[in-house]
């Protein structure tokens, strides 16, 4: 496209700057930094909602706000697919998909694609999976924590589960508002509050509660789940859920009938980036319960700057070697051509 070898040239014009963050030396034209996984883009046709939060986005600018912060490459999240039937669902998706898939060509190494998917219609969604791989080359996909009522863990997504195994996908899991619990239902709402402020970390436990008790997780072993913000609330629940064994009415064997192997076991099979959970009371609490290899930076932008991310990540209580690991090296692990 004509409009981004102009922005390009634009932005390659800053090649002769250069920065430095945490332990990663940034150049503007092939930055070795961080890689963020939470990078909202603005496909056609978004959401009025969404589109007006994301009114300032253009490749160009966060191109430039990746090299101004020390960030090597955002992989995209279009978003998820709310409305429609199953065609229009997978139209919009389709035209979304191709969307970042243009990022990836006018921009190459700086932008990566988690597609989205026209669930909750199974159908569609299994084409939209091979896809988005075999065409568009994504990285992997993003979902929503729900779907209508239906967590992710909900026995008529066995079907993509299954498929996303075969492919041995990464799935990058993103909370939004759930049937049972929108902000209008919720007494406590006030003016400027919405459903990210309580109900998202929230939802994003359920949905890992219910991928968890369904059996999901053991029985599609090879999708490599990224759940965003840290997990929500769901590491300080863990211990918490442990702690039942000692009450009669759920003992060792209840829980164990829930979680075979563990529930340690079950969460430390998940991936977590920080974005918006860099405080230690949140990063110290997800760090307790799964490895550094299972964890990695995300930023949220550009609904935040993206300087609130990586001021927040520079912050954290890391060695080297750990924010080598969380930085970069957990998704080159995950998806070797970032490597």
Request: charged residues 20%; neutral net charge.
């Amino acid at each position: 496209m004509a409009t981004g070898i102009i922005d390009r040239r634009a932005v390659l014009g800053l090649a002769g700057a250069s920065l430095v963050f945490g332990t990663f030396p940034v150049s503007a034209t092939s930055a070795p930094g961080l890689i963020d996984v939470h990078h909202h883009i603005r496909p056609p046709g978004a959401p009025e909602g969404l589109a007006k939060l994301m009114a300032a986005w253009s490749p160009a600018g966060a191109v430039a706000d990746m090299d101004r912060c020390g960030v090597a490459a955002g992989i995209g999240y279009p978003g998820p697919v709310l409305s429609g039937d199953a065609a229009a669902k997978a139209a919009t998706a389709r035209k979304w998909n191709e969307f970042g898939a243009g990022l990836m060509r006018d921009w190459p190494r700086r932008f990566g694609l988690f597609a989205s998917l026209p669930l909750p219609f199974v159908d569609a969604t299994l084409a939209e999976i091979d896809y988005a791989l075999d065409v568009l080359h994504a990285d992997g996909f993003g979902v929503a924590t729900s779907y209508g009522d239906a967590w992710l863990g909900d026995p008529t997504f066995a079907p993509v589960h299954a498929k996303l195994d075969r492919r041995s996908a990464v799935v990058f899991v993103h909370p939004h508002d759930a049937a049972c619990c929108t902000p209008a239902k919720m007494t406590y709402n006030a003016p400027i509050m919405d459903g990210s402020w309580m109900e998202w970390p929230i939802n994003t436990a359920r949905t890992i509660m219910s991928l968890m008790v369904s059996g999901t997780l053991r029985n599609y072993p090879r999708i490599r789940w990224i759940f965003a913000h840290g997990g929500g609330v769901m590491p300080l629940l863990i211990e918490r859920i442990k702690g039942l064994a000692a009450w009669p009415a759920v003992g060792d064997a209840g829980l164990k009938s829930l979680f075979p192997d563990g529930i340690d076991a079950e969460f430390g099979r998940l991936y977590f980036e920080g974005a918006q959970a860099y405080a230690e009371p949140n990063f110290g609490a997800v760090r307790t319960l799964v490895r550094d290899d299972h964890l990695l930076f995300g930023s949220d932008y550009p609904i935040f700057p993206l300087d609130h991310a990586t001021d927040g990540f520079a912050a954290t209580k890391l060695d080297r070697a750990a924010r080598a690991q969380i930085g970069r090296r957990t998704v080159a692990s995950l998806l070797p051509r970032w490597a």
